[in-house]
């Protein structure tokens, strides 16, 4: 899906929704390969959500855009820019996307980020983590923009896929990132809040949305993901993916 208003004129190859794309992404950015894996997510009921290797560290969700999600979008960012929301965790990462057709890398970076896993040393996305600090998050954009560290392995990614590349890079379909977070500390008390939060990141929003409490964080995000998303439209064109711990399965 093309960036957000005021985008760079940059178009990449839009991302396959495949696992083994995603690991090798993530693989070539930096993951350690024992850490962790993306793995399918078969469907929303319990049984299938049973099979995910567990402990699942961040969700991605390929979607449909379409007028009616538009709508909503942008009265959920006027909402939350009038009214407010929780606390998001200060040492959550976000970054804008201005790049057409990034979402996927985006999506990867927001998962990957802030999930609890290890990367090899001067890798490129601990660079990327270690230039971005301090940066706002239309700065980090700007970073991704124009740094070589990502859009190659991007290119190699979206290319080795189980479908051609496409002529036409135009597309309706976007990709977005669900992750865990504590709340923020409370200023009343200055004590360590231990409630986690499910947060959905998201370039083309206007900041980290926070999805409520987290439970059961792989519950919690189908639920949001019928919720929000199924519920709205008789597309069938969704797909889920889970950063799950450890290496990939045989």
């Keep these: 899906m093309s960036g957000s208003e005021g985008s760079s004129s940059s178009r990449w ?40 290797s567990q402990p699942v560290k961040a969700v991605i969700l390929l979607f449909p855009i379409s ?26 990462f976000w970054m804008k996307q201005t790049i057409s057709n990034a ?20 890798s490129p996305i601990e660079k990327f983590i270690d230039i971005c600090k301090d940066k706002t998050p239309l700065e980090r954009a700007k970073i991704l923009e124009t740094t070589p560290l990502f859009a190659n392995i991007h290119a190699d990614a979206a290319s080795g896929g189980q479908t051609a590349v496409p002529t036409n890079l135009d597309t309706d ?12 500390p409370t200023r009343e ?10 947060l959905e990141l998201d370039g083309r929003r206007a900041g980290p949305v926070d999805r409520g409490e987290c439970k059961d964080f792989l519950s919690d995000v189908a639920k949001i993901v ?25």
């Design 103 to 122: 979402c996927g890398t985006m999506a990867l970076l927001h998962a990957l980020i802030n999930s609890d896993v290890t990367f090899a040393p001067e």
């Design 226 to 250: 019928k919720e929000n998303y199924i519920a709205h439209t008789a597309s069938m064109q969704f797909s889920l993916i889970a950063l799950s711990g450890g290496p990939t399965l045989d």
């Design 189 to 198: 008390e200055g004590i360590p809040a231990k409630q986690m939060r499910v």
């Design 13 to 52: 190859i839009p991302l396959e929704s495949n696992p083994e794309v995603l690991t090798q992404w993530a693989v070539k950015a930096g993951l350690i390969p024992t850490q962790a894996h993306f793995e399918d997510i078969y469907g929303l009921d319990s049984e299938l959500l049973g099979m995910v």
């Design 173 to 184: 379909l976007h990709f977005t990132c669900f992750v865990q977070a504590p709340s923020p």
């Design 67 to 92: 007028e009616v999600y538009e709508q909503k979008r942008r009265e959920e960012d006027e909402r939350i820019a009038a009214q407010g929301q929780p606390a998001i965790d200060p040492t959550v």
